[in-house]
């Protein structure tokens, strides 16, 4: 009987190794995303629902879109149920069809309530949407990405960053979402632009 409990807890991590949602870091998902915007949902079909757009963070798009409903499962279901009036801040890849698809489903799906993110599971950095948004534009300022971010173990993957490390420590006391993004793109390595090169590109 031992034997038996005792293959069975070894065999557990084996079983449940196909049941975990893949991470993805915000930082990464920022950079892919075609489209970061905050608004509402107007309408809720059975594949999809139509989001008007309040706020343009990254991107361009209609004022008017349609985002693909991603299927629910035991590792990533719906904080709560898809309705009209619902207000969400979106992080969206765009598909073949026209319509949008948000980046690693609940990651790219965040639900606002009161100006308050509803997914206790989010970094505290993210303490409401204003500050995420303000976070997510000086970042995308700072920060440009090199490698294949399509590559699931991102390998290869680069920053660049063109503020110095006193003005980046400025802007980080500035704002906590912008911490901690810039804080996790430290896994993949950040080169600063040379004074001389920056010199070029902004010229």
Do not use: H
Not at 74 to 83: A, G, M, Q, S
């Amino acid at each position: 009987m031992k034997l038996i409990v005792c293959l069975f807890l070894f065999l557990i991590p084996t079983l449940n190794y196909g049941f975990k949602k893949r991470e993805m870091p915000y930082s990464i998902v920022i950079l892919k995303a075609d489209l970061i915007i905050d608004g509402t949902i107007s309408k809720v079909s059975k594949d999809s629902y139509e989001f008007t757009v309040t706020q343009f963070v990254k991107g361009k798009s209609n004022s008017k879109i349609k985002v693909s409903i991603w299927k629910e499962w035991i590792c990533d279901p719906r904080i709560v149920e898809l309705k009209a009036g619902q207000r969400l801040i979106l992080f969206l890849e765009k598909l073949g069809n026209g319509n949008f698809y948000p980046i690693n489903e609940s990651t790219g799906e965040l639900y606002v309530d009161n100006n308050c993110f509803i997914n206790i599971f989010l970094p505290k950095d993210f303490s409401n949407p204003t500050v995420l948004k303000k976070g997510i534009s000086m970042f995308l300022k700072t920060y440009k990405c090199y490698g294949d971010l399509n590559n699931r173990f991102l390998e290869n993957v680069y920053f660049l960053s063109n503020k110095s490390i006193f003005e980046v420590y400025k802007m980080k006391e500035i704002n906590s979402a912008f911490r901690f993004l810039s804080d996790s793109v430290q896994y993949y390595g950040i080169k600063e632009i040379p004074i001389n090169l920056m010199t070029q590109l902004t010229s």
